[in-house]
Each structure stands twice: as structure tokens, then as C-alpha cells.
């Protein structure tokens, strides 16, 4: 592969620099987004004020109070956050169309022979730290690198309000002195078990003969062995041109209503396969969302090995990826959603379906023929049906009803 030269853009301590830019009295001071000290739940992000007095993304209020009870406690609002994003996503575009957004904070960007426009790649990222500033009033630290995983680690090293760039050939070498947990991919699990065989370094997984690290992982294991000696070949991939198709919705209060959260993902699963089969495609990935009340959000995805545009077959596969994270973690809920993306051309003809696909395929055609005709409403199915009594038509849907513009 052609060398490349990748960006990775991390706004420091996000949810807090949103608050203080709206409220410059809370600058400077060691300030907590995630809930009151009386709330339950934990820390989603924490000023470096703060984080000075050993608080961080995770831990529970409660011990955070304890740490540093002069803290400012921030229930945050999402909205205020997504707003922030959007503008910081757009500055981004401006700079290269080869980007990459990572929830709602990070991307990368692909600006491979980018130097003749800037003058260099590091004034590149220097003017795109003072767009940021000037246009959000937040701070972007940058990486620059040959690839994404050395492009992020090195954003992450250089916080706050920093700029690292990479020579070519150093990759090994920067990341060899850096703890194992700051390398992407190792989560708490993957680091306990290194740890536990010493290997605690970066440079000392780099080391380690991948075979090993196979036997142990498995294919993540050949990962781990590259991403530690700076080996990442995946491709920016730009998420812009109508690739998914996604509703959510975020409660008023909490749930933790097993069935009712079933039945909202029904709802939203029904809308989506009607958005999908409207733009005549099929998808092959499902993936849902889950917002907790302290702001943590995760998704869970599957891809299919073959293409589908059936509510039934989507849901199956949503409430299946769901079931499974609630019994993961039991918290209750703030946002439900769920996303198809993958999308493909339909590959099948009706005729090839077994009996009971094709009795599904045409049931669905005929909803949305009614449905265009009457409105989404017109028809519900038993599942779904239950819920226009607690939430009101229209009143619940915060995406808008095309499929998904460049975030
Ligand atoms: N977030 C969250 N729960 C977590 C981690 C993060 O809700 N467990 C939210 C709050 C963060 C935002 O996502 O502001 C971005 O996460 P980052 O990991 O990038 O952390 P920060 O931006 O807060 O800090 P920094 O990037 O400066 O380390
Ligand atoms: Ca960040």
C-alpha cells in the first residue's frame, strides 16, 4: 500500500467544554458532566481540572464527589452536544472529503498529499485547530500519522490541546515506551489478561511472536500484534452517501421496561423497513443503540449473510443484539435506536423465498402501499400498536426522515 498520511481530530474533555463554553464561569474549574452527587450513575466526562484529582469517564458520581467535592456537577444535555458536533464535523469537511466520524467527538481524515494546499500537513492541522476554536470555542488535539491506530494513539498522547505528528518509520518506536491500555482494541479484559503475563508495554506486545498471540485471541490476537508495531491498513471510510438508513428515540424519563423497550424497538424497526424499502434496497447490517442515563452510549451490530428489507427479519436481529446487552448491563435506558446499514441492491427474486419469506415480503409491500396512501399510522402492527398511547404520534422521532447525511 501507497503511504498515507492520516489525521485523527479528539476534542478535549467534550461534554465539559460544550458547558463551559455556554457558561464561561464554569472555566478553569473542575466541573463533571454526567449527573448531581446525589444521582446515581457516573462520570461521563470530567474537566482536567478535575481529572487532576484522579476523576475520569466511568466512575460513579459518588466517588467522585468523594475525590473532589468542590467539583460543579452537570446533569448535561444532548442536544447542546450533538449541536457542537455538527458544526465541528462540518469545519472537518472543509478540510478533506475523505472523512471518517467517530461518534461525536473524533474522526479521522484521510489527507494524504495534502501539503501542497497548507504548505505543510502540520499547518494543516494547526489552521484546522483554529477553526475549531474560533468557530466552537472547543479544543481539538491532533495525531498525524501513516495510519489510523497511530494517528489516534498519538491525538490521545498529546492532550490536552495538542499536536503530535509522525514520521514515517517512527510508529514502533513512538508506541513501544505507552502502557498496553492505550492501545485501541485493549479494553479492561484484553489488558488483565497481558498484564497478568507481564506485559504490561506496548513495545512488549509488539514482541511478543504473533502466533502466540493467536493461539490466546485468536484473529484479534494477529490484530493486537499489528496495531502494537504500528501496522493498520483500514481505509477512511467516508459515511455520507444515503449508507444507512436509522431511528431512535430518547425517552422523557428511563426505562427499564424490558417488553416496553421490545416493543419501542419494534416501532422504530417498522419505520426504518419501510425508509429502506422506499429507497429499494436490502440491508446487511443491523445495528441498535442504547443510551444510558449517565450519557454512556453503546452499540451492538450484526452482519447478515444475506441481504433483507423484511421489519421481521431486522427486528429478529435488533431485539436479539439487545436482549443481549440489557442482560450485559442492567441499567435503565434513555435512548433506544436502531440503524440498517450496509445497504445493497436487492439480490433475490420473490421466487426464491421459502414460503414463509415470501408470505412476509408481500404482507410488508402491502403495508407500505397503504401507509403512502394513509399515513404511517394507518396501519400497526399488535406490537407496536400499544404505544401511540403513551407516546403521541410525531412526538418521537428525532431523526429525520431521510436516510443519514454525512454526521
Ligand atoms: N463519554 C461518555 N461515557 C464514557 C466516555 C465518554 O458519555 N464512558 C462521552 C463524554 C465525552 C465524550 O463522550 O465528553 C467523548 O469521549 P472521549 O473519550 O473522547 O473523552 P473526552 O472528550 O471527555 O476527553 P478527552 O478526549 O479529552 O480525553
Ligand atoms: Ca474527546
Known amino acids: 500500500m501507497a503511504q498515507r498520511t492520516i489525521m485523527h481530530i479528539d476534542m478535549d474533555a467534550f461534554f465539559v467544554s460544550v458547558e463551559q463554553m455556554l457558561n464561561p464561569e464554569l472555566k478553569g474549574k473542575p466541573v463533571v458532566v454526567g449527573g448531581k452527587p446525589d444521582q446515581r450513575g457516573v462520570v461521563a466526562t470530567a474537566s482536567y481540572e478535575a481529572r487532576a484529582f484522579g476523576l475520569h469517564s466511568g466512575m460513579p458520581l459518588v466517588t467522585a464527589v468523594r475525590l473532589c467535592p468542590q467539583a460543579i456537577f452537570i446533569e448535561g444535555s444532548f442536544p447542546k452536544y450533538r449541536e457542537a458536533s455538527e458544526k465541528f464535523m462540518g469545519i472537518l469537511a472543509d478540510f478533506s472529503p475523505f472523512i471518517e466520524p467517530m461518534g461525536l467527538d473524533e474522526a479521522y481524515l484521510d489527507v494524504t498529499g495534502f501539503e501542497s494546499l497548507h504548505g505543510s500537513i502540520r499547518q494543516m492541522a494547526l489552521e484546522i485547530k483554529k477553526r475549531v476554536r474560533e468557530e466552537t470555542g472547543l479544543i481539538a488535539s491532533i495525531g498525524i500519522a501513516t495510519c489510523k491506530v497511530v494517528a ?32 485501541p482494541g485493549v479494553g479492561k479484559k484484553t489488558e488483565q489478561v ?31 500484534h499489528r496495531y502494537a508495531n504500528g501496522i493498520d491498513d483500514r481505509a477512511i471510510s467516508p459515511r455520507g452517501d444515503a449508507s444507512s438508513i ?3 428515540t430518547t425517552f422523557a424519563r428511563d426505562i427499564g421496561d424490558r417488553v416496553f423497550l421490545s416493543d419501542k424497538l419494534s416501532y422504530l424497526t417498522e419505520k426504518v423497513g ?31 449473510s444475506q441481504s433483507t428489507d423484511t421489519d421481521q427479519a431486522i427486528f429478529q436481529v435488533g431485539e436479539d443484539l439487545m436482549r443481549k446487552a440489557l442482560a450485559a448491563d442492567r441499567r435503565a435506558i434513555r435512548l433506544i435506536g436502531i440503524e440498517v446499514s450496509n445497504l445493497v441492491e436487492p439480490g433475490k ?9 415470501q408470505r412476509q415480503e408481500k404482507l410488508n409491500r402491502a403495508v407500505d402501499r397503504i401507509r403512502t ?25 428525532q431523526t429525520p426522515p431521510t436516510p443519514n447525511l454525512p454526521r
Open 349 to 357: 427474486q420473490l421466487s426464491m423465498l421459502n414460503g414463509n419469506e
Open 246 to 248: 436509522s431511528r431512535e
Open 152 to 183: 489516534k494513539v498519538a491525538s490521545a498522547t498529546s492532550k490536552p490541546d495538542g499536536l503530535i505528528e509522525l514520521t514515517a518509520g517512527d510508529e514502533a518506536t513512538f508506541l513501544a515506551p505507552l502502557a498496553i491500555d492505550k492501545l
Open 373 to 397: 396512501k394513509y399515513g404511517f399510522s394507518a396501519i400497526q402492527t399488535g406490537r407496536t400498536l400499544w404505544l401511540k398511547d403513551i407516546f403521541p404520534e410525531g412526538s418521537d422521532d
Open 274 to 304: 419501510a425508509d429502506l424499502r422506499q429507497h429499494g434496497k436490502q440491508t446487511r447490517c443491523i445495528t441498535i443503540k442504547l443510551r444510558y442515563s449517565d450519557f454512556t452510549t453503546i452499540t451492538r451490530s450484526h452482519t447478515l
Open 194 to 224: 497481558l498484564r497478568g503475563r507481564g506485559i504490561s508495554t506496548i513495545g512488549k506486545l509488539a514482541s511478543m511472536p504473533p502466533d502466540i498471540l493467536k493461539s490466546r485471541f485468536g484473529v484479534f490476537g494477529i490484530m493486537l
